[in-house]
């Protein structure tokens, strides 16, 4: 979005476990000027790098970390002076990321702007300034939470258990049937 004269410069464009966007962003020209730049590096066991879409070359990543840890790019595993490969994403990140997925299509544009505004709203007023103290003192968020207004707890809350209900439903579905590799991690490979 920066313009061709600026575009120029661009060498790469890392995205470290980063969501990746809209269909519609990813037609985008000025997207497309800087497409074959991009870089996403994915855990192996994280999901959020697979949220939305994504169409840039991928890298997975060993970790050694779990669950939200992942992000931080400081587990991630190197060798001499590149991320150590994983042969493909975790199953149990495939599956989270479907029941993400779920949930998001089952709420509107508004329903979803209303929830991250209030979530945000909730993650910037913890006393927490990293992602470590967050996971130290986990009462942190919980006291955040308390602090917004009804609406925004109720906002919250309803979003929340609807994501719990996605998550039931897409692990019940993979529970009902046999046992066949997902789809997706045929398309999320090593590089």
Request: glycine content about 4%.
């Amino acid at each position: 979005k920066c313009g061709a004269d600026l575009q120029d410069r661009i060498v790469t464009v890392y995205a470290n476990d980063a969501p990746g966007f809209s269909k519609s962003f990813l037609a985008d020209p000025e997207y497309l000027a800087v497409k074959n730049r991009v870089r996403l590096f994915i855990p192996d066991r994280s999901f959020v790098g697979l949220l939305f879409y994504h169409d840039a070359r991928r890298v997975i990543v060993k970790c050694s970390e779990k669950s939200i840890r992942q992000h931080d790019c400081f587990s991630w595993l190197v060798e001499r002076n590149y991320p150590e490969q994983a042969p493909a994403i975790a199953g149990e990140a495939l599956l989270l990321r479907k029941a993400v997925e779920a949930w998001m299509n089952g709420m509107t544009v508004e329903e979803r702007k209303a929830f991250l505004e209030a979530f945000y709203k909730a993650l910037t007023g913890y006393e927490a300034k990293t992602l470590t103290d967050l996971m130290e003192d986990r009462a942190i968020l919980l006291r955040s939470y308390r602090k917004l207004d009804a609406e925004q707890r109720r906002v919250i809350r309803d979003t929340l258990k609807r994501l719990l209900s996605s998550g039931r439903e897409v692990y019940a579905s993979v529970l009902a049937k046999p046992a066949v590799a997902p789809k997706e991690e045929a398309q999320i490979t090593k590089v």
